[in-house]
């Protein structure tokens, strides 16, 4: 079965971090590059980074370069997504998903959901 | 950065009626625009890529045109499923962004 499952998220302090996992099954997960899309609650959809397939490139939206580093293990099929220093605005549910020949979104994990606060 | 805006923010219609969604981009993109369509609860699922391109599996009622700076979706006779929320996305330019979204709700 084609699919992206994300795990790692929880509750965390101001100032704390979180690595966030993606394991994807059913397709050759080498061959694509992935995002991280997250969603407030109640809120839009934010794009937050884009790792190419082979790793060497990666991209990050303004919100969240220097505190969030993306990363992937093509040997065991998945995806990081390394937060620090967190502020309550990061709440949300994140989602990990696929690229579409750069960059479209057509495979997305059901979502993990991270809760900053004291 | 480029800003997407969408058009209206909610709009009322009955199973059976054409729905129209807009979606706009501070700058031109050319074709690079994609939608998405997001059930409560559950994650986007991608419906139209390049515009007007359907992605697999979504049904030929779903139809996207446009480019430049103007896009639209329609969804040519709405299902009970179809009640959703859809976002418009862009992939010209670094960072990708997405529109604020369109709640389809019953009338």
């Known amino acids: 079965q084609v699919q992206l499952v994300e795990s790692g998220g929880g509750v965390v302090q101001p100032g704390g971090s979180l690595r966030l996992s993606c394991g994807a099954s059913g397709f050759t997960f080498s061959k694509f590059g992935m995002h991280w899309v997250r969603q407030a609650p109640g809120k839009g959809l934010e794009w937050m980074t884009f790792?190419?397939?082979?790793?060497?490139?990666?991209y990050y939206a303004d919100s969240v370069e220097g505190r969030f580093t993306i990363s992937r293990d093509n040997s065991d099929n998945t995806l990081f997504l390394q937060m620090n220093a967190l502020r309550a605005e990061d709440t949300a549910v994140y989602y990990c998903a696929r690229d579409l020949r750069g960059p479209y979104l057509d495979l997305w994990g059901q979502g993990t959901l991270v809760t900053v606060s004291s | 950065e480029i800003v997407l805006t969408q058009s209206p923010g909610t709009l009322s219609l009955s199973p059976g009626e054409r729905a129209t969604l807009s979606c706009r981009a501070s700058q031109s993109i050319s074709t690079y625009l994609a939608w998405y369509q997001q059930k409560p609860g559950q994650a986007p699922r991608l419906l139209i890529y390049?515009?007007?391109k359907r992605a697999t599996g979504i049904p030929a009622r779903f139809s996207g045109s446009g480019s430049g700076t103007d896009f639209t979706l329609t969804i040519s006779s709405l299902e009970s499923e179809d009640f959703a929320v859809y976002y418009c996305?862009?992939?010209?330019?670094?960072?990708?962004?997405f529109g604020p979204g369109t709640k389809v709700d019953i009338k």
């Open positions: 790792l190419r397939s082979d790793g060497t490139i990666e």
């Open positions: 996305q862009q992939r010209n330019n670094w960072p990708v962004t």
């Open positions: 390049d515009a007007s």
